[in-house]
């Protein structure tokens, strides 16, 4: 039997059985929604640990955030002015389109690879200490919404500049980048599992976002002739990327049985990542 130290005294205790946390009712799910909120103080500190520890000899700071976007739209505006590649036209100013469409591509790529990293550098608290294990990782994600926050300012600054007026629905992509960050806490979850057994999948996460953006709508519009529109099936990052640019400059989804499978699909596969990783992570943490 152990109590939980968060940083203040709670009246129930957590008791820990050979047992525990192995089902998959209600009773289950209610208990780590449970946990998750006592673990709420416990996410913040580690959260504002990691931000410190991040930018505490920087001297650009949080302009590193911004910093990988403005590169990358340089480049690709270059590109596209001098037409080196066949890229099609978009509705708004290239420069915006990118910027918009590299913001919430890194929100899932900076997300999927900070959360794959989580667990390594806690391997020595994961076996000594007993706390929720989840906070990890979704520390290490809040980072990513953080950055992803401060890159908004700029895609708002470059909007202005080319004169690129939202359409009303652009209200609405909040709650479409929902189930987004479901999507990568879940594939996060997973991942963090997988390397704290295995390094090399830390690796194989850095290398697939790298160029994985190179098969995402993010630097060219979304095709639409076979067999390149499979990019829009298979990526599972797409349809989010084509519904904000949609809900940005047109003002209608021009894909809404994707985005839906997308959403209902994001959603499964957090909750199964969150169960795996409950489940697991005690016996991961023994070979950390």
């Known amino acids: 039997m152990s ?22 009712g209600l009773t289950v799910w209610a208990e ?43 480049m690709f505006t270059y590109i596209y002015d001098a037409k080196l590649l066949p890229i099609g036209k978009t509705d708004i100013p290239y420069p915006a389109y990118v910027l918009l469409g590299m913001t919430v591509w890194q929100l899932f790529a900076t997300g999927i690879t900070a959360t794959t990293q989580s667990l390594v550098g806690a391997g020595s608290l994961l076996s000594r200490v007993q706390f929720l294990r989840e906070a990890l990782v979704l520390a290490a994600y809040g980072q990513s919404v953080l950055d992803f926050l401060i890159r908004l300012a700029l895609v708002g600054i470059v909007f202005v500049w080319f004169h690129v007026v939202p359409a009303w629905t652009v209200f609405l992509v909040p709650f479409l980048l929902v189930p987004l960050m479901l999507l990568t806490l879940g594939l996060g979850f997973l991942l963090a599992l997988a390397n704290g057994v295995i390094r090399d999948v830390g690796n194989a996460v850095v290398l697939l976002v790298t160029y ?12 639409t002739k076979w067999p390149q529109v499979l990019v829009n099936y298979l990526n599972p990052v797409s349809p989010y990327i084509i519904a904000t640019h949609d ?10 049985e994707l985005l839906a499978w997308s959403c209902a699909a994001s959603a499964v596969v957090f909750l199964i990542g969150w169960r795996v990783f409950h489940l697991a992570m005690p016996r991961i943490a023994e070979r950390m």
Do not use: C, N
């Open 3 to 24: 109590r939980w130290q968060l940083g203040r005294d709670y009246s129930k205790e957590v008791v820990y059985t050979p047992t525990s946390g192995l089902g998959f």
């Open 32 to 74: 780590m929604v449970h946990e998750l909120i006592l673990g709420r103080e416990l996410i913040w500190r580690l959260l504002l640990r990691d931000l410190s520890a991040r930018y505490r000899q920087s001297v650009l700071g949080y302009v590193w955030a911004v910093v990988p976007a403005l590169v990358t739209v340089i």
């Open 212 to 223: 994985g953006m190179f098969l995402t709508p993010v630097v060219y519009p979304p095709p």
């Open 247 to 256: 809900l940005t400059t047109k003002g209608t989804l021009s894909q809404p």
